[in-house]
Nanobody, 124 residues
Framework: EVQLVESGGGLVQAGGSLRLSCAASGFSFDDYAIGWFRQAPGKEREGVSYISASDGNSYYTDSVKGRFIISSDKAKNTVYLQMNSLKPEDTAVYYC?????????????????WGQGTQVTVSS
């Protein structure tokens, strides 16, 4: 059974940092791209970042470039999202998701499996 479990969310002041973790079971990161998405109240889900399975390349949406870093530890089957210089507008539920086709995209419909999400709240 494929499972993704996020952790590491919480409450932080603006300018602070958090590291989210996405622990996977039931599949190997060698075969799946992993993406991070977020959804703020009243807003649509937004793709934040992904890391490719085939070449390890990463991509970031413009609003987080230079502040967030995605990385993977294949030995632990875990992907991380290091979030620095957090802003109140980063407040959202953050989800990780797995893409079996390694589509190199942040389109939600390309992702097959989703975690339950972890809340990130940034206070001003």
């Amino acid at each position: 059974e494929v499972q993704l479990v996020e952790s590491g969310g919480g409450l932080v002041q603006a300018g602070g940092s958090l590291r989210l973790s996405c622990a996977a079971s039931g599949f190997s990161f060698d075969d799946y791209a992993i993406g991070w998405f977020r959804q703020a109240p009243g807003k649509e889900r937004e793709g934040v970042s992904y890391i490719s399975a085939s070449d390890g390349n990463s991509y970031y949406t413009d609003s987080v470039k230079g502040r967030f870093i995605i990385s993977s530890d294949k030995a632990k089957n875990t992907v991380y999202l290091q979030m620095n210089s957090l802003k109140p507008e980063d407040t959202a539920v953050y989800y990780c998701a797995a893409d079996s086709a390694d589509s190199s995209s942040l389109r939600s419909y390309d992702y097959d499996y989703w975690g339950q999400g972890t809340q990130v709240t940034v206070s001003s």
